[in-house]
């Protein structure tokens, strides 16, 4: 069965400085990733996918993960943390024989000025 | 940028009534899905719906629910008799063709059961 881990329940991190957000994933075949954020109130944004391809993946507004198969990791970085990208964060997992995401429990990430 | 649109944002509802959650996916995607979020936990597939039909669904979408496209805009999500453990955010997602399309989410439907 699919299944995703997001270990951190949060993350602190000073404006300026470089974040990870952690994700581990566990599927039966080949994996389709994605990174999703909730702003407070707001339903679930796309941030960024994992297909197939290069490992390092750019999404929006500076995100970009790195695909990892041998630690099974999906890890979302930003090089410089803006306050703005304060919010929770979602790691979510799909398979090619289902439609469904499997999602983590959420990672809420703190950026202080 | 298209946006999906759920209405109401917040329902209020007394145990055992039914309610019905609307939707108004992005206009060309072809596949729909309810998720939903109880407060402090993870967000849950419930179902998704394609070509009219459900495609798939979880153990929690157990027969006091049902989903529909009563029109060419509308996706709906009833509850038939609601308990106290229904309450819940609920979010519809829709998504273009191809598996590898990312679903885009509406803002949710806060469900509250007294």
């Known amino acids: 069965a699919q299944s995703v881990a997001q270990p951190e329940d949060q993350v602190n991190v000073a404006e300026g400085n470089p974040l990870t957000v952690k994700c581990t994933y566990s599927?039966?075949?080949?994996?389709?990733l994605f990174w999703y954020v909730q702003y407070p109130n707001r339903g679930l944004q796309f941030l960024l996918k994992?297909?197939?391809?290069?490992?390092l993946v750019k999404g929006s507004y500076g995100f970009e993960a790195e695909f990892n198969k041998s630690q099974t990791s999906f890890h979302l970085k930003k090089p410089s943390a803006l306050v703005s990208d304060s919010a929770l964060y979602f790691c979510?997992?799909?398979?090619?024989?289902?439609?469904?995401?499997?999602f983590g429990t959420g990672t809420r990430l703190q950026v202080f000025p | 940028e298209p946006e999906v649109t759920q209405t109401p944002s917040h329902q209020v509802t007394q145990m055992g009534q039914e309610v019905i959650l609307r939707c108004v996916p992005i206009?060309?995607?072809?596949?729909f899905y309810w998720y939903r979020q109880i407060l402090g936990q993870k967000v849950e597939f419930l179902v998704s719906?394609?070509?009219?039909?459900?495609?798939?669904k979880s153990e929690i979408f157990d027969d006091q629910f049902s989903v529909e496209r009563p029109d060419g805009s509308n996706f709906t999500l009833k509850i038939r008799s609601t308990k106290l453990e229904d309450s819940a955010m609920y979010f519809c997602?829709?998504?273009?063709?191809?598996?590898?399309?990312?679903?885009?989410f509406g803002d949710g439907t806060r469900l509250s059961i007294l």
């Open positions: 997602a829709s998504k273009t063709t191809g598996k590898v399309q990312p679903q885009h």
């Open positions: 599927v039966s075949g080949n994996p389709y």
């Open positions: 994992y297909i197939t391809g290069d490992n």
């Open positions: 979510a997992v799909g398979e090619i024989n289902t439609d469904k995401l499997i």
């Open positions: 206009s060309n995607h072809l596949y």
């Open positions: 719906f394609y070509n009219n039909e459900i495609s798939e």
